[in-house]
């Protein structure tokens, strides 16, 4: 699984002109699935996500974590975080898990970030064309994969 994480102040998801979801002050997660991810990506990934800590603190440092805030959070399958731009100039998807796989299990990874958070966690639409609409706090940008645990 590869993810980037964003802190935003806001973020939407929108489907035809028709927002979906929406968060105030939180992460938004943007989440790829590759075949070989398992229930341990997804443990290992939740659990870093609902603890990372990139928000502030009364002075300022990056030391406390979305639970800590009581932050919310938004998240949205892309499959193009596994592009391969390697030859040529169009980018292939083939390291991207076929939509089936994908789908179970961003619905697998929302309920565990769920249990991990104690809060509902908002979901944009599988496999739909999606606009997202976010203002980035910092910006404070992570990507993580899990493969790397990095």
């Known amino acids: 699984m590869r993810v980037v994480v964003q802190r935003v102040v806001r973020a939407s998801v929108a489907v035809q002109e028709k927002i979906v979801a929406q968060i105030a ?35 300022g440092a990056m030391n406390l974590s979305v639970q800590d805030i009581g932050g919310d959070l938004l998240v949205v399958s892309q499959f193009t975080l596994f592009a391969s731009t390697r030859k040529g100039n169009r980018p292939s998807f083939v390291g991207a898990a076929a939509p089936e796989q994908a789908n179970q299990l961003y619905e697998d990874f929302c309920r565990q970030l769920e249990t991990e958070i104690g809060k509902s966690v908002r979901r944009g639409v599988f496999g739909a064309n999606m606009q997202i609409n976010l203002v980035n706090d910092g910006p404070v940008t992570i990507c993580i994969d899990t493969k790397k645990k990095e």
């Not at 992460?27 to 443990?43: C, F, H, N």
């Open 25 to 59: 002050r939180g992460l938004l997660v943007l989440l790829g699935v590759e075949p070989s991810d398992s229930r341990d990506d997804i443990l290992w990934l939740t659990g870093k996500i609902a603890r990372l800590r990139i928000f502030a603190d009364q002075d």
